[in-house]
C-alpha cells in the first residue's frame, strides 16, 4: 500500500501533462479568443506549464509549482471568458475548476503530495 501512497501522485500529473500537451500545443503561435499579446500567451503557458508539471518531479518543488500556477492561470482565464465574455452557464466551467483545483494541491504541496 505504502509504493500506491507514494506513486498516486502521477495518475494527475500524467492526465493534466496529456490534456495540455493536446490542447495546449495547436495553440502555439495563435491567437486565442482574440485576446491580443495575452491570446498568444495561452498556448505556451498550457504546454510549458504541462511539461513543467511532469518533469517537475525530477528537477524540484519548484519547476512543479511553476508548472501548475501557469496551467491554473489559464484555467482562471478560460473562466472569466466563459462566464464574463461569452455569458455561458456555471455548468460549463466544471472542467476548468477541477483542473484549478488538482493545480492547487501541486502549487501548494509541490513534490510532496
Not at 505504502?2 to 495518475?11: F, N
Not at 508539471?53 to 524540484?60: R, T
Not at 496551467?71 to 461569452?86: D, E, P, S
Not at 455561458?88 to 501548494?108: Q, R
Request: proline share 3%.
Amino acid at each position: 500500500m505504502d509504493v500506491i501512497y507514494k506513486h498516486v501522485h502521477w495518475l494527475l500529473r500524467i492526465a493534466l501533462t496529456w490534456i495540455f500537451i493536446v490542447h495546449g500545443y495547436p495553440k502555439i503561435g495563435n491567437n486565442v479568443a482574440n485576446l491580443g499579446f495575452v491570446g498568444y500567451l495561452v498556448g505556451p503557458f498550457e504546454l510549458l506549464g504541462a511539461i513543467f508539471l511532469l518533469f517537475g518531479y525530477y528537477l524540484n518543488h519548484q519547476v512543479t509549482r511553476i508548472g501548475s500556477l501557469m496551467i491554473a492561470i489559464t484555467m482562471v482565464g478560460a473562466i472569466y471568458m466563459h462566464l464574463f465574455k461569452w455569458g455561458d452557464s456555471v455548468s460549463s466551467i466544471e472542467f476548468p475548476v477541477l483542473i484549478i483545483s488538482c493545480c492547487i494541491l501541486f502549487a501548494v504541496k509541490g513534490n510532496d503530495v
